[in-house]
């Protein structure tokens, strides 16, 4: 009798443990765990160009002609890179923002975005605050209200 109900609690032990690592897999078959904050799935956008919760790649139209991430770009901080082939600005929040208009790599002061939704026609669509369109490099992204709303989080926790 003793021996039978061992066989049992061990059973169900067994088959607990073998749940809990199917789902331990299965959570890590997403990229990012769906808990994470918005900035942090913000973070995996920026860095991979894919979406959070399935790693399928983001569409975009324009840019150069090889896959690349934000921060191939921009660089891990948001704050620019100067290469042979392009010269990109800081587009961190703050800077984007800057009511005395965003410092340009140069130095100079550029325009402002006064709100969200024009950082989202610029990221979307390659036009800057003042209608005019962004030069070539910077790819046109076909984000999903989601995707955008991470990234912008993103951008704003940048310091
Ligand atoms: C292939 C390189 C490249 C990639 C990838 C790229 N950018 Fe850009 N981006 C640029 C360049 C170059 C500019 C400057 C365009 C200009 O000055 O007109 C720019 C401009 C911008 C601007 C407008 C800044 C301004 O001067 O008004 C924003 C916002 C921006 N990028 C966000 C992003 C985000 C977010 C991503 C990723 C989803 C991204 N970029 C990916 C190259 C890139």
Redesign the pocket.
């Known amino acids: 009798m003793n021996r039978t109900w061992l066989v049992v609690a061990l059973l169900t032990i067994g088959i607990g443990a073998i749940g809990l690592v199917v789902t331990a897999a299965l959570a890590q078959s997403r990229p990012v765990a769906t808990t994470a904050s918005t900035v942090e799935r913000g973070r995996w956008?920026?860095f991979t160009?894919t979406n959070p919760d399935t790693g399928a790649p983001?569409p975009?139209s324009g840019?150069?002609m090889m896959p690349?991430?934000?921060?191939?770009?921009?660089g891990a901080d948001g704050r620019g890179l100067r290469t042979p082939?392009?010269?990109?600005?800081d587009?961190r929040y703050r800077n984007?923002t800057d009511p005395a208009g965003?410092r340009?790599p140069d130095g100079t002061r550029?325009?402002a975005?006064r709100s969200d939704e024009e950082?989202r026609r610029?990221?979307t669509e390659?036009i800057?605050?003042d209608g005019?369109?962004?030069?070539?490099?910077?790819?046109r992204?076909h984000?999903t209200d989601r995707e955008l709303e991470d990234?912008l989080a993103f951008?704003k926790a940048l310091p």
Not at 85 to 89: N, Q, R, Y
Not at 132 to 139: S, V
């Open positions: 956008i920026y160009a983001i975009y840019g150069m690349m991430a934000c921060a191939d770009c921009h082939m392009f010269v990109s600005p587009i984007l965003m340009e550029g325009h975005y950082i610029a990221i390659g800057g605050p005019e369109p962004l030069a070539w490099p910077m790819p992204w984000l990234l951008l």
